[in-house]
């Protein structure tokens, strides 16, 4: 039988006990109480940890029970909710819309463990299983948010002038009304299910529930799936989005991000979950879009969000390294590795080593942007006893840090285990994207070193470039460097080819304006692919520093190389959407503190989106990393529709 309104609530209350232990670091305690009862919130409690282990770790062994414990979820959210159609209703919703939400939160996490490997397939069978998802909370939402989410309260406010708001106060969603979001065309999903995207614009009174309700589960849960739906379909890949365009969806990024800060206002899981969300989701774009039509903004929201969760758990690691991203982004590096350093501490609770593992994870990379090259390479290796992801990636990460140590000896140690490690290692007997490139890397060393000495033996000697260096280009990590790092990268990378750079600059003048000649290395001829890559690399750390003629010099040395590159193919469309990148925050350096030239940002805007769509078109499947360009590619176009909104430019 159906479980009783009381019960329902108990158990409720009881499961959420454990989702604040395990939003706490204490995975210990969070399973014992998912352990204590056979309720299908628990049974989802029990899916989420695994879920969580298997998503934060990238732990393909535990994505197996991650989907039995999921299941167990499914089929007890649907014998309640068949039992609860014919019961009395209990909430302010319909009998049964707590099992229906409770049921689509299984589809969704499950679909979300196909898009995990970033390869192509992957991706295509998460967004077959967005789509049962999609009808699920589509029809939740109409029913739930009749009349949309324009009144109902969000953690932060956004200011006048900014973008349309997506996040506002309890004070602004009185007095303020946001933009009503274009109705979707109706296809493939509105023909199926009955559901549709358009927005209701019938005034009505929003819902309120007080807090550890079921109708507040009810309310934030919707506001969750059907944000969380909106934004993973948008951030995937372009092609594959294209797969299924006859379906004739179209996704509402802005509607999104709405929903998941409408959820993100409640007090239930839900709303921890659609923080977390909303977190990662800012956290990308500022690092990987490149340019950010209204960074403040973002940046605003992206600490209210992470105030309000980290004032709740204070020794949640999800939260600790969301504040130091904060910092990083906010060009705080030595701020946020000691909030990463004190997240790691002796005394914290550490028995979600997946969470704590994303701190080590995120302490590595800022300390390696900083050229702390010893310690990056000590916090990688480190990874590698917390998870069991691509350990390659780590040790080839970490052999790059000793590169630029001159350290051959140790960064040969790390490389050679490097081919054992992936064999040992393939998602879906395939090696992993980064692991691609690793290989391509390891023999293209090989071959020059070949060249040098006639002999395979030492090839680490062979890596001018530092590896590490390299693989930062796809993370973004020179972007938002101090200008001391910046020159000395224009050092290095300037002596680093047995010939000095053919272009120059200003900066690259002054900063080798010495006395001293620098040593070239002399036992082999440069190649393409180094040459391209060097002028790549130099292009984005001469934009850090704001040298933007010189770093349009240097991607367009880059991109002319193109057609010689052996190895590398990936530059290309790289150095168009930096360069695409560059335009943008040249033409916002010239707009600080003038009136805005509509006009001039609308040629800008354009040529912007002419060099996105030549980096797309570079980016095919066979190019290494493509997947996490074209998604980049995406966060930026975004990026410049809502410049165009700002400005009030007609697309």
Known sequence: MTAAPEDTSAQLRAASAGFDALFANDLQKARETFAASDSPFHAMGNGVCAFLEAALGMETGLMAEASHLLALSEAGAKKQLKLAKSSSQTTQFPPGTEWELLHSDAVILLGLTHALSESYMGYIQCLYAM??????????????????????????????????????????????????????????????????????TAPRTPVHAAEGTVDELIL?????????????????????????????????????????????????????????SLMTYHGVVLLLAGYQA?????????????????????????????????????????????????????????????????????????????RRYQEAADAFIRVTEINSWSHATYNFIAAGCY????????????????????????LGGKDLPTEVFIKKKIAFYKEQQKIATGSEEGYAHAARISPAEELSIFWNTHTRITRDTALAHVEDWATCLSTPPEVKSDTLTSVMDKEQTPSLPTDRPDTPDELAIRSLLLGIVHRTVGDYTGSRTFFEDAIARQPAIQVSTWVGGVAWFELAVLELKEMEAKSQGTS???????????????????????????????????????MLKDEIGLKKEMLGIVP
Do not use: C
Not at 153 to 172: F, K, Q, Y
Not at 306 to 329: C, F, H, Q
Not at 331 to 336: L, N
Not at 603 to 617: I, M, P, R
């Open 131 to 200: 789509n049962s998802a999609h009808s699920k909370f589509s029809k939740l939402y109409k029913m739930v948010y009749s009349s949309g989410l324009d009144e109902y309260a969000t953690p932060a406010a956004s200011e006048p002038g900014s973008r349309a708001p997506s996040i506002r106060s309890e004070a602004s969603a009185a007095s303020a009304t946001a933009a009503a979001p274009k109705p979707a065309k109706s296809g493939f999903f509105s023909r199926f299910t009955g559901a549709s995207l358009t927005v209701p």
């Open 403 to 426: 590169v630029s140590l001159k350290n051959y000896d140790k960064a040969q140690e790390l490389l050679d285990k490097v081919p054992e490690l992936i064999e040992k290692r393939k």
């Open 294 to 370: 209204d960074e403040e903004h973002i940046l605003r929201q992206y600490r209210a969000i992470v105030d309000k969760l980290e004032s709740r758990y204070p020794t949640g690691s999800l939260w600790i390294l969301n504040r130091a991203k904060i910092l990083r982004m906010s060009y705080d590096p030595d701020g946020a590795i000691k909030v990463l350093q004190d997240g790691l501490a002796p005394g914290l609770p550490h028995t979600f080593a997946q969470a704590d593992g994303l701190l080590l994870f995120e302490l590595a990379w800022t300390l390696l942007s900083q």
């Open 220 to 276: 934030s849960g919707t506001a969750f799936g059907y944000g969380l739906f909106n934004l993973v379909f948008s951030l995937l890949p372009a092609k594959i989005r294209g797969v299924v365009g006859f379906l004739g969806f179209q996704h509402d990024r802005k509607l999104a991000l709405r929903a998941l800060a409408v959820s993100a206002a409640k007090t239930d899981v839900h709303a921890v979950f659609a923080g977390l």
């Open 596 to 634: 805005v030239d509509t006009h001039a940002w609308a040629d800008v805007l354009k040529s912007a989106l002419g060099k996105l769509d030549k980096a797309l078109s570079l980016a095919t499947q066979q190019v290494d990393l493509s997947s996490r360009l074209d998604s980049r590619i995406a």
